[in-house]
């Protein structure tokens, strides 16, 4: 095969990975903004698979008692454990790079395996300067309501384990907290 035929070949076959690459509908700036976030954010969070890690960057487990001091599971599905960086809760910002919850799955050897993140923007805040919710992933957060705390809006990103029923869904039924020991 000489350059020329390499040359067609790698083009003919780059085209047709680009056409058959998933593509987010509704990303904000087209699939290549989709994908440089989500890039970016698995690339600020690869070091946080280690809690120790975690907690050195400002990730904190839930305190025991709280509302968040569980395993978050439904019948069908899981969604895991939230460890929280509580300044990044307050700042009223949604960035790819920065999530305010890393979300982990119990495993049966006793430790907890990265699968998520979650941005998380207080919806109070957000409203009183705001007409619309705020968008990440070009995909608008939902609010959420949770006894004992204030709404806010949320989303997940499933970067770690796969979801198939979708990148931003709040739960995974491939994640289980059957290994939870709380």
Known sequence: MNVTRRTAAAVLLAAALALAAPVSAGAAGGPSAYHQDLAAARAATAAMHST???LEAGYLPPPDG????ACITLPDAGMGVHWVD???MTDNVADPAEPEMLVYEPTARGDLRLVAVEYVVPQAEWDAVHADPPEL??????VVSVPTLEPFYAL???LFAHNPWGMHADFNPRVTCDHWEG
Request: proline share 0%.
């Open 52 to 54: 120790d890690n975690a």
């Open 66 to 69: 709280s509302v968040l001091d």
């Open 86 to 88: 509580a300044e990044a």
């Open 137 to 142: 992933f070009g995909h608008e957060m939902h």
């Open 156 to 158: 997940h990103a499933w």
